[in-house]
């Protein structure tokens, strides 16, 4: 607990901030919560069930979710990546974060190695944790990608998974094809190296917030030990409604046994299954996301203005975040200086990567523009420009 989330600390500090100042004198980046309400196609199928609920819509199912749910998912999935995918390799799960406790602990022996990049979303540590595994910890190189020669030098016998995440939080930034396929073509050597089987675990729950017209390349195209975890949070602005899921390559070995072992998970972990009205819902809604050009506008905009006041930035091309190098060597410091203008945002240490602070810029425009003024002031106190 000491340990903590940096990110729920600020949302609470913040919180204290707005009785105190008031809400609308407070500007809060600090947490990953769109503000966009869901697209309105969401309310459309809400109001159908309600108004002719289907006979037995809130009982228990079985514990992968309905067929009906995982064939949408499947047919999306396929089209998305031009691979088949059917019902059987679809589980549906409480959120990303559901998925990803299900697969780390089907696939996970006690002292296993998980691999993950820094920055990170810090949960993964925790994550993998709870099912005894070990998170290894690797750098990213100055524009926050994997270096693959570092991690063909950590992968050993006892490696159970890469787990990557793209478009990134904190970063924003996206991974290019090329770099996916160069992580399929080192997890395959090395499975041939150590005779083990490497999984490569693709948490995505930003995967349709992607910006220029990027297209999303899919680890499932590069990699058959790909599992995808990922869920609605985000792209249908529901992270307080718990719908996500899990995809396994089709061509995954072991496959039957990865799917069976994420739906026993699902159970025994006592999530039991995904809700069932959102199950419903999203069955409908696989083509569906908030406005992608909402996002974007938000980015520029905020993009724009700090690189004008002297912050160096990477330009995020997914997600709602942005990763700005600190002015200061302390990123608590910096983050606490921001704070006394009634800003909030989070260290970068909270992410594994001291020395940069994270901005969530999905939150609405007077929000944004209500904090340029205090990253302003902290850029001409620290000498940026
Ligand atoms: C990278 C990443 N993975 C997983 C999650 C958890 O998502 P969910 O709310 O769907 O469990 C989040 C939430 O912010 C996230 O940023």
Known sequence: ?????????????????????????????????????????????????????????????????????????????????????????????????????????????????????????????????????????????????????????????NTKAVLINSPNNPTGVVYSENLIHQLGELLHKKEAQYGTQIFLISDEPYRKLIYDGLKYPSPFNHYSQSIITTSHSKDLALPGERIGYIAVHPDCGQREDVVSGCIHCNRVLGYVNAPALMQHIVRYLQNVTVSIAAYQTKRDFLYDHLVEMGYSVIKPQGAFYMFPKSPLEDDVVFVRELQQHRVLTVP?????????????????????????????????KFNLC
């Open 1 to 157: 607990m000491a340990q903590g989330s940096w990110i729920r600390r600020m949302f609470e500090e913040g919180a204290v901030l707005k009785q105190q100042y008031g809400e609308e004198n407070v500007f809060d980046l600090s947490l990953g919560n769109p503000v966009v309400e869901p697209p309105v196609e969401f309310r459309q199928e809400l109001r159908k069930l309600a108004e002719n609920p289907l006979p037995g819509m809130h009982r228990y199912m079985v514990n992968a979710g309905y067929p009906e749910t995982r064939a949408a998912v499947a047919e999306q999935l396929s089209l998305e990546t031009g691979i088949t995918f059917t019902m059987k390799e679809i589980v549906m799960t409480c959120g990303a974060g559901g998925a990803l406790n299900m697969v780390l602990k089907t696939i996970l022996n006690p002292g296993e190695e998980i691999i993950i990049f820094a920055p990170y979303f810090l949960e993964y540590v925790f994550y993998i944790d709870n099912h005894g595994g070990v998170a290894k910890i690797l750098p990213t190189d100055e524009h926050f990608i994997p270096k693959l020669n570092v991690l063909e030098a950590a992968i050993r016998a």
């Open 348 to 380: 970068g240490g909270g992410f594994g990567s001291p020395g940069y602070f994270r901005i969530a810029y999905c939150v609405d425009d007077r929000t944004l523009e209500g904090s340029l003024a205090a990253f302003r002031k902290a850029a001409q």
